[in-house]
């Protein structure tokens, strides 16, 4: 499986850009992962939505893309997960103990074939919205009615590839 990921994480709606920076990750097997060092949330500062942006190009027709967990003190308060399943992209958003609150589909022509496709992940816990706008304008609002707990300072680390209980 060949990825190539171009990223960056907002916090506090479109403004504030955390410290980790746009990378290029190249992925050359189903198993492979890469797990980058955490960052701060800081939830009343930074503001309650994460964005995370992501543009890809992949050959698979099944895998893991790219998860986000936010967690205190090593307990995961929800975790965000996007995966290729065949000719879409699914995504994810579970709370701390692993329960789906929202999983969504969408049908995305050529993602399997190498062709490169942007889109930008939008979680508001606050709110209860889970927002995905794709780069050809396509925008999907996801209402989820459970509650994720969070706290004033979250670490934020993502994983990119299969990895661990996400694989």
Do not use: C
């Given at each position: 499986?060949?990825?190539?990921?171009?990223?960056?994480?907002?916090?506090?709606e479109?403004?504030?850009?955390?410290?980790?920076p746009?990378?290029?990750?190249?992925?050359?097997?189903?198993?492979?992962?890469?797990?980058?060092?955490?960052?701060?949330?800081?939830?009343?500062?930074?503001?309650?939505?994460?964005?995370?942006?992501?543009?890809?190009?992949?050959?698979s027709?099944?895998?893991?893309?790219?998860?986000?967990?936010?967690?205190?003190?090593?307990?995961?308060?929800?975790?965000?997960?996007?995966?290729?399943?065949?000719?879409?992209?699914?995504?994810?958003?579970?709370?701390g103990?692993?329960?789906?609150?929202?999983?969504?589909?969408?049908?995305?022509?050529?993602?399997?074939?190498?062709?490169?496709?942007s889109?930008?992940i939008?979680?508001?816990?606050?709110?209860?919205?889970?927002?995905?706008?794709?780069?050809?304008?396509?925008?999907?609002?996801?209402?989820?009615?459970?509650?994720?707990?969070?706290?004033?300072?979250?670490?934020?680390?993502?994983?990119?590839?299969?990895?661990?209980?996400?694989?």
């Amino acid at each position: 499986m060949l990825l190539l990921f171009f990223w960056t994480l907002a916090t506090h709606e479109i403004t504030a850009q955390s410290e980790i920076p746009a990378k290029t990750i190249t992925l050359l097997s189903n198993a492979s992962f890469i797990e980058h060092a955490p960052v701060t949330w800081d939830y009343e500062g930074d503001g309650s939505q994460i964005i995370l942006p992501i543009r890809i190009r992949t050959r698979s027709v099944s895998g893991r893309l790219i998860t986000l967990i936010a967690q205190i003190a090593q307990e995961t308060v929800f975790s965000l997960s996007a995966y290729i399943d065949n000719a879409a992209v699914v995504i994810e958003l579970a709370d701390g103990s692993g329960k789906l609150l929202k999983k969504t589909q969408r049908q995305l022509p050529g993602v399997n074939n190498g062709m490169e496709h942007s889109m930008s992940i939008h979680v508001n816990p606050q709110t209860k919205i889970l927002k995905v706008v794709y780069g050809q304008g396509t925008v999907d609002s996801y209402d989820f009615t459970d509650e994720i707990k969070v706290h004033k300072l979250m670490n934020l680390t993502i994983i990119t590839g299969k990895h661990g209980i996400f694989a």
